[in-house]
T-cell receptor, first 112, second 119 residues
Framework: TQLLEQSPQFLSIQEGENLTVYCNSS?????LQWYRQEPGEGPVLLVT?????EVKKLKRLTFQFGDARKDSSLHITAAQPGDTGLYLC????????????FGQGTTLQVKP | ETGVTQTPRHLVMGMTNKKSLKCEQH?????MYWYKQSAKKPLELMFV???????ENNSVPSRFSPECPNSSHLFLHLHTLQPEDSALYLC??????????????????FGPGTRLTVT
């Protein structure tokens, strides 16, 4: 079974703190995406990483793809209450099927 | 606004009812997906359609019947559901096999979901 393990599953922090969410697998992925989902809504795509070792930044969010393309991390600097939500990583084994394997998600709560 | 719409947003139905969920994408994509999201469970892929053809049925019970009349529309027909089928049903679309830039081909764009409650 192809699994993507996310950690931690739950995180509650104060505004201004930094945090890192991890997404790990024993499988190699052709690409990996990160999504954020707010209650009652669908996941929204944040970023796609494709190349091993790739780092992408989106304002205070930094995404990294592992060198072996088996893992990824999301780092948030100076978290804001607006960052609250469910963060999902999803990996594609093939670049041509469209099928994604989703992690179980990390629920982040940022308190003012 | 992701370019993917779903109706209805909320649905309450009895176990003997028949209802349908609708999804429409305005992104020019060729692949569409149905997912089920239950509390404390990962997203479960149900069906995949590429160029209107079903390419994956992830062992979904026959009380869920998908329909894809064209690349922009996807339906999920529901009948004789069980209370455990209550969940958020999400539709998504992507460029499709062999389309666009390889690294971005798997990017999926989700609708807001239909919150289904089976009583």
């Amino acid at each position: 079974t192809q699994l993507l393990e996310q950690s931690p599953q739950f995180l509650s922090i104060q505004e201004g703190e930094n945090l890192t969410v991890y997404c790990n697998s024993s499988s190699v992925f052709s690409s990996l995406q990160w999504y954020r989902q707010e209650p009652g809504e669908g996941p929204v795509l944040l970023v796609t990483v494709v190349t091993g070792g790739e780092v992408k930044k989106l304002k205070r969010l930094t995404f990294q793809f592992g060198d072996a393309r088996k893992d990824s991390s999301l780092h948030i600097t100076a978290a804001q209450p607006g960052d609250t939500g469910l963060y999902l990583c999803a990996g594609a084994r093939s670049s041509n099927t469209g099928k994604l394997i989703f992690g179980q998600g990390t629920t982040l709560q940022v308190k003012p | 606004e992701t370019g993917v719409t779903q109706t209805p947003r909320h649905l309450v139905m009895g176990m003997t009812n028949k209802k349908s969920l609708k999804c429409e994408q305005h992104l020019g994509h060729n692949a569409m997906y149905w997912y089920k999201q239950s509390a404390k469970k990962p997203l479960e892929l149900m069906f995949v359609y590429n160029f209107k053809e079903q390419t994956e049925n992830n062992s979904v019970p026959s009380r869920f019947s998908p329909e894809c009349p064209n690349s922009s529309h996807l339906f999920l027909h529901l009948h004789t559901l069980q209370p455990e089928d209550s969940a958020l049903y999400l539709c998504a679309s992507s460029q499709g096999p062999g389309q666009g830039i390889s690294g971005r081909r798997n990017e999926q764009y989700f609708g807001p979901g239909t919150r289904l409650t089976v009583t």
